[in-house]
């Protein structure tokens, strides 16, 4: 869970009245993020565009890595062939439906 410093939590309505300057902290990097409260809870999270790049391409970067992982992993298994001929018999389907 993402801890927030004190000067980081704002309620919606402040955030609404003051809207330009807070937006001006978060994209000059005086503050990292920005949470907005309601009803005295997170429902939202600014950060500026170079964190959410940065974030996004982490994310990527992740994916891939996982992706890579799943390939590497099935490619080293041993696995079994069948030639066209076994696959239709398993699908009961004749080689002259396919014409």
């Given at each position: ?19 330009g300057?807070y ?47 799943l ?29």
């Amino acid at each position: 869970m993402t801890s927030y410093a004190s000067d980081e939590l704002i309620s919606s309505s402040q955030f609404a009245k003051r809207f330009g300057a807070y937006l001006s902290q978060v994209t000059s990097h005086s503050i990292d993020k920005l949470a907005i409260l309601k009803n005295n809870r997170v429902e939202a999270v600014i950060i500026s565009k170079d964190n959410y790049e940065r974030m996004n391409e982490a994310l990527e970067y992740m994916e891939n890595q996982e992706i890579a992982h799943l390939v590497k992993e099935r490619t080293t298994q041993p696995h079994n062939t069948l030639t066209q001929e076994e696959m239709l018999e398993h699908l009961g389907i004749s080689a002259d439906e396919l014409k």
